[in-house]
Nanobody
Framework: QVQLVESGGGLVHPGGSLRLSCETS????????MYWARQAPGKELEWVSR????????GYTNSVKGRFTISRNNANGTLYLQMDNLKSEDTAIYYC???????????RGQGTQVTVSS
């Protein structure tokens, strides 16, 4: 049974930082591209970042480049997203996804809420 459990969200002031984690089980984590996606209030789910199986390739949507860093630990099946210099527009529910089809709820966790507000 595939499981993905996000954690680390919360309320933070603009300019602050958070580190999201996604603990996984039930599939061969080290063989999958992993994604972070987010859904802001009233908006569609969008991809934020992705990482190749052995971390050689990483990608970021333009709005988070230079502020967010994706990483993974294949030994324990965990995905991370370090988020620095957070902005109000980063407020969203953040999901980790097994593969690129993050619109399929079966491929992602329940999400963790990130709220950036003064």
């Amino acid at each position: 049974q595939v499981q993905l459990v996000e954690s680390g969200g919360g309320l933070v002031h603009p300019g602050g930082s958070l580190r999201l984690s996604c603990e996984t089980s039930g599939f061969a984590f080290s063989t999958w591209w992993m994604y972070w996606a987010r859904q802001a209030p009233g908006k569609e789910l969008e991809w934020v970042s992705r990482i190749s199986p052995y971390s050689r390739q990483k990608g970021y949507t333009n709005s988070v480049k230079g502020r967010f860093t994706i990483s993974r630990n294949n030994a324990n099946g965990t995905l991370y997203l370090q988020m620095d210099n957070l902005k109000s527009e980063d407020t969203a529910i953040y999901y980790c996804s097994k593969g690129a089809d993050f619109n399929d709820p079966l491929n992602r966790g329940q999400g963790t809420q990130v709220t950036v507000s003064s």
